[in-house]
């Protein structure tokens, strides 16, 4: 099987959102919605609050891609070499007074994930070493039955400019299922074999972060999104764990990587996002898509 480099995004989804409004704009009188009002959508709201309206059982995959709570120093970086500036981590969705603020928020995140998963779907999280151990803990204290986690080791990662510890050329995903009692879901083991190492569908994936043309930038050249994920990782885990016609979900949808692989193969989506500017480039990506993936898989 391949993905052509002329796939665009599939009959089923220019036959829903793309002829009526792709994005919805959350409103406090909204109490409800149901599954049609919001699949193949975009909603303009913040995600805890959305997914409160959010009948249960209305999912079968949710990717998470969460503040990482990096706690970076506020201060410029300059490569000792050309003396550019490194453009790192510093937006403000990305700052917590206090891990126990950062938890509460990660608590009632996935607390409304849980409610909307379907028995058989599951979730996946990703995060790097600042918090994805505060996150794991949390999932086990919900309920979560964690089925794996996933190395993403990065062949592209930042350069470790000052050298007073190791490169962070990793981060990890979590997979998980709602309880242990659940059963059923789904596991593609033929892409997991082709994606992992060795023959046994290894738990590492290798392979680099968003650059060139892949990074979305404005008109002067600045990252839109400071954590864009590669279209490779959301097509590795969306054809690991789901099937064409599943519904996944997004709640933090940044650039909308995941609505915009989901609709390539031939997956429905719902993503939520509260910042107006990533809205706009995210209906950009969606209305008018360009050359998904070039990998046989």
């Given at each position: 099987m391949s993905i052509k480099e002329n796939y665009y995004v599939s009959n089923i989804n220019k036959q829903t959102c793309f002829k009526e409004k792709l994005v919805i704009g959350d409103e406090e009188e909204k109490q409800n919605y149901d599954l049609e009002e919001v699949r193949n959508r975009?909603?303009?709201?913040?995600?805890?609050?959305?997914?409160k309206k959010f009948k249960e059982e209305m999912v079968d995959l949710i990717f998470v891609d969460p503040?990482?709570?990096?706690?970076?120093?506020?201060?410029?970086?300059?490569?000792?070499?050309?003396?550019?500036?490194?453009?790192?981590?510093?937006?403000?969705?990305?700052?917590?007074?206090?891990?126990?603020?950062?938890?509460?928020?990660?608590i009632n995140l996935l607390n409304e994930a849980k409610r909307v998963m379907k028995r058989t779907a599951t979730i996946w999280v990703i995060s790097t070493y600042h918090s994805i151990f505060r996150i794991g803990k949390i999932m086990q204290d919900l309920g979560y039955w964690i089925l794996n986690d996933v190395?993403?080791?990065?062949?592209?990662?930042?350069?470790?400019?000052?050298g007073v510890r190791f490169t962070n050329a990793t981060e990890t995903l979590i997979w998980a299922v709602k309880n242990k009692?659940?059963?059923?879901?789904?596991?593609?083991?033929?892409?997991?074999?082709?994606?992992?190492?060795?023959?046994?569908?290894?738990?590492?994936?290798?392979?680099?972060?968003?650059?060139g043309k892949e990074r979305l930038r404005d008109e002067k050249g600045r990252k839109l999104h400071s954590t864009q994920k590669p279209i490779e990782l959301m097509k590795?885990?969306?054809?690991?764990?789901?099937?064409?016609?599943?519904?996944?979900?997004?709640?933090?949808?940044?650039?909308?990587?995941?609505?915009?692989?989901?609709?390539?193969?031939?997956?429905?989506?719902?993503?939520?996002?509260?910042?107006?500017?990533?809205?706009?480039?995210?209906?950009?990506?969606?209305?008018?898509?360009?050359y998904i993936c070039k990998n046989r898989i």
């Open positions: 975009v909603i303009l709201g913040d995600a805890v609050n959305v997914l503040p990482y709570y990096l706690q970076l120093p506020n201060r410029v970086l300059r490569r000792w070499t050309v003396k550019t500036v490194v453009e790192g981590m510093n937006d403000a969705w990305d700052k917590f007074s206090s891990y126990q603020e950062y938890d509460e928020f990660i190395v993403w080791v990065k062949t592209n990662p930042m350069p470790n400019w000052l009692l659940s059963k059923n879901y789904t596991f593609n083991k033929y892409y997991a074999k082709s994606f992992g190492i060795g023959k046994v569908a290894g738990n590492i994936w290798v392979l680099p972060i968003c650059s590795r885990i969306i054809l690991t764990s789901s099937k064409e016609g599943d519904t996944i979900l997004d709640p933090m949808a940044g650039t909308g990587t995941t609505g915009y692989v989901a609709s390539a193969l031939k997956r429905n989506f719902i993503l939520i996002e509260k910042n107006p500017d990533y809205i706009k480039v995210i209906e950009e990506r969606l209305l008018c898509p360009f």
